[in-house]
């Protein structure tokens, strides 16, 4: 039977860390690939006032939080390894190798203020920054060769400042980024594709993944 997953095998926050006791750390991981279907780009093309732009880009929002891996780990200390067990952590499985892939993980010291990221959706979307993606995806929708997964990314990345934002205001610490893009005869031309130590967009940790597909190629 043919599948593809994508598996983050190890992490190491190694910066900015001295100071963590026993503190909680989340993971926040989402991953698109050609076939990523976001009905709200239809809805977005036909709203007509700012208002119904908004409200179309934040329920896109929460639905693509939903869908977010999420992992907690609690209790850990400076120099802290996660290693997910000895098989990693599955963030993404599907029934056909993708010839696109994109993956954003955000890593954060986890507590009330993040816990309920949905329900804060007009704090990570305040209306300028809402009419600013609404503006972006409008453009990606005439242009790009996949305009259902050109919305999603965009809005994850908007998630993803919007989200930073938050934590900054409330002196929470983003740890750990990662924005990796892939193409299936670049990168993984036989469904396969290992990597150890690649070093996060923070400078401030480094992780292991695993791409492994069987199929047709």
């Known amino acids: 039977m043919d599948f593809f ?11 900015k860390f001295e ?12 991953v698109a690939d050609e076939r990523l279907s976001l ?12 208002e119904e732009k908004r409200a179309t ?3 896109a ?38 010839q696109y892939l ?3 993980m955000l890593v954060i010291e986890n507590d009330d203020d993040v816990r309920n990221l949905g329900g804060n959706i007009d704090k990570v979307l305040p209306d300028s920054r809402a ?14 060769a996949t305009p259902q997964t050109a919305a999603a990314i965009a809005v994850a990345k908007a998630l993803i400042r919007g989200i930073t934002f938050l934590l900054k205001n409330n002196e929470n610490d983003q740890l750990g980024l990662v924005e990796q893009s892939f193409v299936r005869e670049l990168h993984y031309p036989d469904g396969k594709r290992t990597r150890a130590a690649v070093p996060d967009l923070t ?9 492994f597909g069987t199929g047709e190629l």
């Open 102 to 104: 994109d993956w954003i």
């Open 131 to 144: 009419d600013s993606l609404a503006a972006n995806i409008m453009t990606l929708a005439a242009v790009a």
């Open 203 to 211: 400078g401030n940790m480094w992780y292991d993944y695993t791409i």
């Open 57 to 59: 880009i934040r329920g």
């Open 39 to 50: 009905p709200e780009l239809n809805a977005l093309v036909e709203a007509a006032s700012p």
């Open 61 to 98: 929002a929460k639905k693509i939080l939903d869908g977010w891996e999420s992992v907690e780990v609690r209790n850990v200390e400076a120099n802290h390894i996660f290693r997910f067990g000895d098989t990693g952590r599955i963030l993404y499985r599907s029934q056909a190798i993708p």
């Open 19 to 30: 100071w963590l006791n026993s503190a909680q750390v989340r993971f926040y991981s989402f």
């Open 5 to 15: 997953t994508l598996i983050l095998d190890r992490a190491q926050i190694h910066k």
